[in-house]
């Protein structure tokens, strides 16, 4: 049981993938100008990058390696990916038109989100049971969103603060991205 909680908390804090592993910072950086759409973009991503975790352990496990073909396990997960991102678009479209349209470009755009593609290779990586990978998952899928709310509420802020012209827009941003991470590693000692 305390293996699942080092897992969960490891991909939560501890390796926060875009705070410590550098995937995501497409999303992190270009979508995070408000609070609304970085809490949009950060469920819509965990939903994708849970799911697309233990279905690419599944495939992997259950058709690539049986079979030896194993080396091509990055092409497959592109396409789970590509193919979960487009059935929650054409469910989402019918089942939820609202939703659908306030997520607008953000949901196209997880397809070629490398934080959801990196959450499965490592998972497959590192050897996890389908159940373990589930829960690495939903701690990565979990601190991508927390770190996206936290950065699209800051950044908020900062907009609407009176800056000096030299740290408008971009190098603020780039500023409070390097003091978030260097927070995040406050959580290292977290297993020890």
């Keep these: 049981m305390t293996e699942i909680v080092y897992i969960l908390l ?20 270009g979508i995070t100008t408000s609070y609304a759409t970085a809490a949009a973009t950060g469920i819509a991503t965990a939903f994708v990058l849970s799911l697309a975790a233990v279905i690419s352990h599944l495939v992997f496990h259950h058709v690539l390696v ?14 789970v990916i590509a193919g979960l991102v487009q059935l929650i678009q054409y469910y989402l479209r019918a089942t939820a038109p609202l939703l ?37 998952a939903l701690g ?8 996206m709310v936290l950065f699209g509420a800051m950044r908020e802020q900062l907009n609407q603060s009176d800056l000096p012209a030299a740290f408008k827009g971009t190098p603020i941003a780039l500023l409070s991205a390097g003091l978030m991470s260097l927070a995040f590693m406050g959580f290292q000692g977290l297993g020890s």
């Design 100 to 136: 659908h349209q306030s997520l607008g470009i953000y949901l196209p755009l997880i397809t070629s989100n490398c934080a959801v593609l990196g959450v499965a290779l490592l998972a497959v990586d590192q050897e996890l049971s389908l159940f373990a990978t589930l829960i690495f």
């Design 10 to 29: 490891g991909a939560l804090l501890i390796n926060n993938f875009v705070l410590s592993q550098f995937l995501g910072l497409c999303p992190f950086m």
């Design 66 to 79: 049986p079979f030896g073909l194993d080396y091509m396990r990055i092409i497959l997960f592109i396409v």
């Design 140 to 147: 990565a899928a979990a601190g991508f969103s927390l770190v």
